[in-house]
């Protein structure tokens, strides 16, 4: 077929020759896609330091500099062309500001200084990228009330609210969740505002109660629950939450690469990854095997008491990757569809680096068990559908935005073939795609 795009949109598919045209490019033998969307990766968040205004980052502005510059070709790099951003922080405008980025959409965070992820915040400045904080007892006319917080997010331009139900990590449950009337104030506004409600929650009870307040998409896989067991069925408990999912028809989010990026980081060897090469700057990579970059490994170790790192790793890579993949195995069954988010970075890992994070949950994608076919679904038209943004995105369709990948290898024989990327398309614009490639 011939292809004709103008004005950043397609106009035109046909098996009759096109005459008129400014440039061509010659896909003859390759393989052309929607450029892919991950629907949970956060851009203000570097891989190893934390969202940019927290103490470690802040130490170390001109590695900042240096990642922020060529963040955007690296998700672009491994065909990323649409991002959600569920809590964009405040540094932001560093992406969006770029020449070369994909197109971005992002949430924000609806929380209140009880609730985490506030109350896990210990000093001022990492307190200060909440820039919607609700006070629950406010009435709705009031300053800080759920009602009038809502309407400031529509009104910034965000297509969805975040909102945070997470008692503790793993078992502990420590912390306050929102109360059953907030949630109650806060699905009727965002429902007035056309806002979706994405739900950060990967315990069996958290989901629970996500599922309870209405939400339009749950945000991590659901690793947080008894013993993983090869051979087992999951529980009937679970499985009974999953099917409130699929009749509600709530979106979900496996974020496997999460806990794939805590196991990883503790392997000594992560930091030679070859594929880290062509994505992040030299000069992170050399941070990341100094003593000071190890902090986050420490809190890990702490928090297994003493274990060895080996055994801190097959702890995540082995038993909540295989809860995970029996969730994703079900909602399969059932024919709900799944969505491409890789949650990158996850947390302050730097086993997790941009775009590579998006190709490597398509990756995981496949190891749950889904097709070649499944995963070209999730990472397109299922993203597009769950936001509502499929009259722009998600098929090779006239009227779409011409966003669009020309692959060597076809994608439907090899989940490898999303690696071998010979240009893409923004904008109905060719970039090569070694013109991404990080400069040394
Ligand atoms: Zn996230």
Same mark, same amino acid.
């Given at each position: 077929m011939n292809i004709l795009i103008s004005d950043g949109r397609i106009t035109e598919i046909t098996s009759k020759k096109i005459t008129s045209y400014d440039h061509k490019i010659n896909g003859m033998g390759k393989f052309l896609t929607p450029g892919l969307m991950d629907s949970h990766a956060h851009v203000s968040s570097i891989p190893g330091m934390g969202f940019g205004v927290e103490p470690v980052a802040i130490k170390h502005p001109k590695l900042v500099k240096a990642y922020f510059e060529q963040q955007p070709r690296s998700f672009l790099y491994h065909g990323v062309t649409q991002i959600l951003d569920p809590n964009p922080g405040v540094s932001f405008n560093y992406f969006t500001s770029a +020449?070369? @980025?994909?197109?971005?959409f992002r949430c924000e965070v609806l929380t209140s200084k009880n609730t985490f992820p506030y109350v896990e915040k210990r000093d001022d400045? +990492? @307190?200060?990228?909440?820039?919607?904080? =609700?006070?629950? /007892? $406010?009435? $709705?006319?009031?300053? /800080?009330? &759920?009602?009038r917080l809502i309407a400031k997010i529509a009104?910034? *331009? $965000?297509?969805?609210i975040k909102l945070y139900f997470e008692d503790g990590y793993g078992n502990a449950n420590q912390w306050a969740t929102l109360s059953t009337n907030t949630l109650k104030r806060i699905k009727l506004s965002a429902k007035k505002s056309n806002l979706l409600i994405v739900a950060h929650a990967n315990a069996l009870d958290m989901q629970q109660l996500a599922l309870g307040a209405g939400v339009d998409v749950i945000a991590h896989g659901m690793w947080n629950w008894g013993q993983y067991n090869r051979e087992k069925n999951i529980p009937k408990e679970i499985s009974n939450t999953l099917d409130i999912m699929i009749n509600d028809e709530v979106g979900y989010m496996p974020t496997q690469r999460v806990i794939a990026g805590l196991g990883e980081v503790m392997l000594p060897t992560i930091t030679n990854s070859p594929e880290f090469s062509s994505i992040t700057p030299k000069s992170l990579i050399d941070w990341y095997r100094t003593t000071e970059a190890q902090w986050f490994k420490e809190e890990l170790r702490i928090g297994f008491d003493g274990m060895p790192d080996q055994s801190i790793s097959d702890a995540f890579l082995y038993g909540r990757i295989g809860k995970g993949n029996k969730i994703i195995q079900y909602l399969r069954g059932s024919n709900h569809p799944i969505l491409l988010a890789s949650d990158f970075p996850g947390s302050?890992?730097?086993a997790n680096q941009p775009g590579l994070t998006t190709y490597q949950e398509m990756k995981a994608m496949i190891t749950a068990g889904l097709s070649p076919e499944e995963v070209l679904a999730a990472a #397109? =038209? /299922? /993203? +597009?559908?769950?936001?509502? =943004?499929?009259?722009?995105?998600? #098929? &090779?369709?006239? *009227?779409k935005i011409a966003n669009l990948l020309l692959l060597k290898a076809n994608p439907l024989d090899s989940i490898e073939s999303w690696n071998s990327i010979e240009t893409i398309i923004l904008h109905g614009k060719p970039i090569a795609r070694e013109s991404l490639v990080v400069n040394k």
């Open positions: +020449s070369l @980025r994909p197109d971005y400045l +990492s @307190r200060s990228m909440f820039t919607y904080l =609700i006070d629950e /007892n $406010a009435q $709705a006319t009031e300053e /800080n009330s &759920v009602e009104h910034s *331009g $965000a297509s969805c302050p890992s730097f #397109t =038209i /299922n /993203n +597009s559908k769950q936001f509502k =943004i499929d009259d722009d995105y998600g #098929t &090779v369709e006239v *009227g």
